[in-house]
């Protein structure tokens, strides 16, 4: 079975057992999915029959689902900043990917890598992370707005900080220090 965006899926059932007897179904059967049962993966599917001969089987079946995710094209060393050639699409059983995926290139691109990563593993959020924006020292651009006016002044990160993370600055007119968001590698937005 294949889905409009390119993903494909599989099923395949597993044995049952050979001294199973039941009657034989006088009405079509019907197919459900058993309360906490997975989609995905090694799972079960439930078949009944609602006839004359009731009865309800449950078998052990095996759900892939086949799409393309971001793998490296290389091996990568950490703290690397990946670009597109550092990474190719790879066909993968979408089910067996339980620390996540990237799904295209445009979305690893730019991201940091946390460890060492072998040729053809596949790339998941928990072997990236966003590159560090702000570094700790560095000067930063304060901004500060209330009702359409905007103040601007200079200020030091006191911590490392990645965009849209919430970080330490001082100003450094007044000496103060105040929680801000990192927007971009020069700039740090705080609550006037």
């Known amino acids: 079975v294949r889905s409009s965006h390119g993903a494909e899926a599989s099923v ?35 078949i009944r029959c609602t006839g004359s001969s009731t009865w309800t089987l449950y078998v052990p079946v095996r759900v892939s689902l086949f799409g393309d995710v971001v793998v490296a094209a290389r091996p990568l060393t950490r703290d690397k900043l990946l670009t597109a050639d550092d990474l190719k699409l790879a066909r993968r059983d979408l089910a067996q990917l339980h620390n996540g995926y990237f799904s295209t290139i445009d979305q690893a691109t730019g991201k940091k890598v946390g460890r060492n990563i072998a040729v053809d593993t596949t790339l998941s959020t928990s072997l990236v992370k966003e590159p560090l924006a702000v570094r700790r020292g560095q000067r930063v651009n304060l901004t500060a707005l209330a009702g359409g006016l905007e103040v601007r002044m200079t200020g030091e990160a006191m911590s490392d ?21 990192v927007k971009s590698s020069t700039t740090i937005q705080v609550a006037m």
């Open 12 to 46: 395949k059932a597993g044995s049952l057992d050979s001294r199973l007897r039941l009657g034989r179904c006088d009405s079509p059967l019907e197919a459900f999915q058993p309360s906490g049962s997975r989609a995905l993966g090694n799972t079960t599917v439930g």
């Open 161 to 181: 900080g990645i965009a849209g993370e919430r970080i330490k600055v001082r100003n450094l007119r007044s000496k103060r220090v105040v929680d801000g968001i």
